[in-house]
């Protein structure tokens, strides 16, 4: 079963950066689709960005030219690069890969910005 294991959460200043990590494990194939989803309290789960094994990527109007989503194919490893910090991106972060139109989901990691 795949399974995806987060790391890199934190607290930060407001304007600080921070950089998660996500490496997938299990039989997994190999052009599939990674991302982060985010969800503030009492709010909904939201795309932050994605990025297929081929490099496209596609990102939340609210962190473009601020997160930068990247991945290395032969570890299935994805990568957030978050910068110019908000309290507003305060959220709990997911790793998301989407695999045969199957979402898999890491256990979240929270990311504090502090005003």
């Known amino acids: 079963q795949v399974q995806l294991v987060e790391s890199g959460g934190g607290l930060v200043q407001a304007g600080g950066s921070l950089r998660l990590s996500c490496a997938a494990s299990?039989?997994?194939?190999?052009?599939?689709?990674m991302g982060w989803y985010r969800q503030a309290p009492g709010k909904q789960r939201e795309l932050v960005a994605t990025i297929t094994s081929g490099g496209n990527t596609n990102y939340q109007d609210s962190v473009k030219g601020r997160f930068t989503i990247s991945r290395l194919n032969a570890e299935n490893t994805v990568y957030l690069q978050m910068n110019s910090l908000k309290a507003e991106d305060t959220a709990v972060y997911y790793c998301?890969?989407?695999?045969?139109?199957?979402?898999?989901w890491g256990q979240g990691t929270q990311v504090t910005v502090s005003s």
């Open positions: 998301n890969l989407v695999w045969l139109g199957v979402d898999y």
């Open positions: 299990g039989r997994i194939f190999r052009f599939n689709v």
